[in-house]
């Protein structure tokens, strides 16, 4: 079966070692303020 992934990977992973990431927040959600400010400006 190709969907089964490796273990060997995994058996050998130390936990006591992991690598380091540095998160990024990709995209923010508009404020309600800002969502108010552009739906005022949209009106004709």
Known sequence: MADKSDMGETAS????KPKKTEMQEKSTLPTKEITEQEKRSKIP
Not at 13 to 16: E, G, I, N, P, S
């Open 13 to 16: 992973f130390d936990k006591a």
